[in-house]
């Protein structure tokens, strides 16, 4: 049975009411600070949405992938698709709702920007490119638009959200033309890590992604042994020790409610394995964290 995901006006919002806005722009943080950092699965259906991130990470997740963000970057989100995010404390960046009305260039139309409008995409911006730094100038101009509602404030935001749509659809199109052609070994990589990334908190053995990539376990030790230095056991405890830390430090989960999440049925074996792979249980590594991050 497939599970259920809301729709919502904006994050946690589910009027039903018709919006009173073409557009509204928020800090980041300050809406995901209020649902611990992560905004579960979910869907607009009349609204686009842009989101910057100057600062921080975290995980976009489309349907069922995730997509790691490192910053800078901008996210675009089309009407009635299922996403949600998780962001790390020191956020910084804006997310833009715009109701698709409004767009000049509808998600789906048939136009070059129009049909990369009805996909998500998350779009590196490299500080250097001289295109992608004014997407970020422009993209804290709308911030700043938003905030102070001076004369012609319509028309400068509606101008501005044209702009950062058309110059990131360049961006990225760009950047996809100048990635080289995948090898057969990073293809199976880059399978691999989506494969994990869904599947880690169930704890399947190397042989099953052996055979989802269709390859024995033995040519799947060499790929990943290839590609990272390690063995693909190793490569998925590191995936469950990350997220492990990553809910130690960001969430309120006690030690045994983050082991049951990441597939631990034995709190027990949780430290023990936790212990294998940090050299310290996850109570003693949490409180040096908390301190570590606090005298920063």
Known sequence: MSKHVPTYELYGENTGRSPEFWLHCETIRSRSSLHQWEIRL???E????????????????????????????VVTVPPGLNHGFRFSRDIDGLVITILRSHLSHPPGERSPLGEWLATPHLTPLDPDNAEAAYVMQTLRRIGDEFENRRSGRNEMLAA???LVLRLTARVSDEANAQEPPLNESERRMGILNELIQQHYRSHRPASFY????????????????????STPHELLAGKLIEEAKRQLVFTLGSVQEIGFRL???DPAYFSRFFLKYTGETPRVWRMKEKVRLEGA
């Open 42 to 44: 979910h869907r607009h």
């Open 46 to 73: 009349s609204f686009f949405q842009i989101l910057y991130i100057g600062a921080g990470s975290g995980d976009a997740i489309f349907g069922e992938k995730n997509h790691a963000i490192h910053p800078p970057a």
């Open 160 to 162: 501005y959200v044209g």
């Open 210 to 229: 052996a055979r989802e990539l269709g390859v024995s376990p033995t040519h799947l030790t060499r790929i990943v042994r290839s590609m990272t230095g």
């Open 263 to 265: 597939g631990f049925a």
